[in-house]
């Protein structure tokens, strides 16, 4: 069973910076994409930024310019750094890996953009 644990996440004020780290128990090379997710209270989860194996990089227009998503291999932990951070981006982050047949999840990061 793969584990994948988030941190990086806690208080910032607006225009601050944090990066998010998530690990993986076991290879990443096995996941053709691994991804950033979040949801904020009382909103539905959503997309923030994906990165295949061929680090073909996506991202929500909200954050273009301001995240940017890599992956280490040799570390098994895919990253994203936050920029220019907003109020809006206040939410839980999440992690996800996928293989053809498996969707895996992290337990989330919370992130708190506040004067």
């Known amino acids: 069973q793969v584990q994948l644990v988030e941190s990086g996440g806690g208080l910032v004020q607006p225009g601050g910076s944090l990066r998010l780290s998530c690990a993986a128990s076991?290879?990443?090379?096995?996941?053709?994409?691994m991804g950033w997710y979040r949801q904020a209270p009382g909103k539905q989860r959503e997309l923030v930024a994906t990165?295949?194996?061929?680090?073909?990089?996506n991202y929500v227009d909200s954050v273009k310019g301001r995240f940017t998503i890599s992956r280490d291999n040799a570390k098994n932990t895919v990253y994203l750094q936050m920029n220019s951070l907003k109020f809006e981006d206040t939410a839980v982050y999440y992690c996800?890996?996928?293989?053809?047949?498996?969707?895996?999840w992290g337990q989330g990061t919370q992130v708190t953009v506040s004067s």
């Open positions: 996800r890996a996928d293989r053809v047949r498996d969707v895996y």
């Open positions: 076991g290879s990443i090379r096995s996941f053709y994409v």
């Open positions: 990165i295949t194996t061929d680090a073909i990089r």
